[in-house]
């Protein structure tokens, strides 16, 4: 692997990590604990919208708007 910086690795496996995230978060709406979700799933969100815009051409999308919780 020629990249093995902490980026490299984040985006090499980015999806693995989205999904990750959504299955913690999942698991924590199951255990009653909506606030814990929304802030894992707001990881989520800043980690798919920082991808987004480090593609070339991409930095102009518009990035769709938070739909519950957030990272302090």
């Known amino acids: 692997m020629a990249d093995e910086t902490v980026g490299g690795?984040?985006?090499?496996?980015?999806?693995?990590?989205?999904?990750?995230?959504?299955?913690?978060?999942?698991?924590l709406e199951s255990d009653?604990?909506?606030l814990d979700a929304a802030f894992y799933r707001?990881?989520?969100?800043?980690?798919?919208?920082?991808?987004?815009?480090?593609?070339?051409?991409?930095?102009a999308s518009p990035s769709p708007s938070p739909s519950s919780g957030s990272l302090p």
């Open 32 to 34: 009653g604990k909506p």
């Open 42 to 59: 707001g990881i989520g969100r800043k980690l798919a919208d920082a991808h987004r815009q480090a593609r070339p051409g991409d930095a």
């Open 9 to 27: 690795l984040a985006d090499l496996y980015l999806g693995n990590l989205l999904y990750a995230l959504e299955r913690c978060a999942l698991s």
